[in-house]
């Protein structure tokens, strides 16, 4: 009976053994499976402007495409691109999405920052000025000069460049207009009580005014002038240390590019969700952004403009170099995820 019992017991441990081991073989399966599938998170905060201009960025949020690339993605929001590079560049978030000129700006400031993609391919005359329409004035040119005009824009951004570019365009010297600095969100208001005759910003700002005139408002906009693009900064650092993070945010807005693409209405509703518009201001300016990863040779090319006019403006001291600004660039993630998004010469 003793010896029998001996026997039992160890065919019982045998037994238990296996299924321990069994177990285990599943769950370690299981769990590979599942990481394939699904990549682990990694969570960075971005930093962008609340703009339609950022419907990459939501669009990716919205849909789970962040996640799906293995990123756990928190946005964080500003009036202006300008105001999250500041934030990316104190080191209050991981990531930004700017205006090209702010960076620009920093660059020639010496901060260190690495550009990886635009948010948008290209954008049409998505700054512009507006103004208050004079019954016997259409063009700038006279607008201007029929009278000294109060033009606000925004310092130290994509509307101040376009501002400068605009008057030297049209001839209109500095003592023939007062600048006026204000916040992009009240420009509207202050065009439509007068307190200004016009202003020089951004959509969806521009339409905004536009909307509130109505046939009150001429807008002066000149396709070849300027039109601002968006980029998405990181730092020199971050490119070997967040190569993962990096190339998850890029997979991320690649997949919101498509899916804008194929289902506009439905990124524009993503869009209203995030920036409170109005449906007709979001479908308003809709045409004026081609929402895709990109690196062109115009964002090398608009720098270069925005180094003489930093120059030219006291932004920084005449003998400050020109940086190169191909080497602000960095290349190989989009490469890596679109290799036909990269169109730098």
């Known amino acids: 009976m003793f010896q029998l019992a001996q026997e039992s017991w160890r065919y019982l441990k045998r037994s238990m053994r296996f299924l321990v081991l069994a177990l285990l073989t599943t769950l370690v399966l299981t769990g590979c499976l599942n990481s394939s599938q699904t990549p682990p998170s990694s969570k960075v905060t971005v930093g962008i402007q609340t703009s339609p201009a950022m419907a990459l960025v939501m669009v990716a949020q919205d849909k789970g495409f962040f996640t799906d690339a293995g990123v756990d993605v928190e946005i964080k929001e500003f009036t202006a691109g300008k105001f999250a590079l500041q934030a990316f560049l104190s080191g209050s978030i991981d990531f930004a999405v700017s205006g090209e000129v702010p960076v620009a700006l920093a660059t020639l400031q010496e901060n260190p920052i690495r550009v990886v993609s635009q948010v948008v391919e290209s954008t049409t005359n998505e700054v512009r000025v507006v103004a208050t329409k004079d019954d016997d004035v259409e063009d700038p040119t006279s607008y201007f000069k029929s009278k000294k005009r109060k033009l606000a824009t925004s310092i130290g951004g994509g509307p101040e460049f376009y501002t400068y570019e605009f008057l030297k365009r049209y001839q209109i010297a500095d003592d023939e207009v007062e600048i006026i600095s204000q916040k992009p969100e ?128 006291g932004k920084v001291k005449p003998e400050t170099p020109a940086p190169n600004f191909r080497e602000v660039v960095e290349t190989r993630f989009l490469e890596k995820v679109s290799p036909s998004a990269v169109q730098l010469q």
């Open 186 to 313: 009240d420009m509207p208001a202050s065009l439509q009580a007068g307190s200004v005759d016009a202003i020089s910003i951004f959509d969806p700002f521009a339409f905004i005014a536009e909307k509130n005139l109505g046939e009150k408002a001429v807008t002066f906009k000149d396709p070849e002038l300027y039109s601002e693009l968006y980029v998405l900064d990181v730092r020199p650092e971050q490119i070997e240390e967040k190569a993962e993070q990096i190339e998850a945010l890029l997979k991320g807005m690649s997949e919101a590019g498509d899916f804008i693409e194929g289902n506009p209405e439905d990124a524009k509703q993503i869009v209203q969700k995030y920036t409170k518009l109005e449906k007709d201001v979001i479908d308003g300016i809709w045409g004026n952004f081609v929402f895709k990863p990109a690196l062109t040779q115009e964002l090398i090319e608009f720098w270069d403009a925005q180094a003489a006019w930093a120059k030219d403006t």
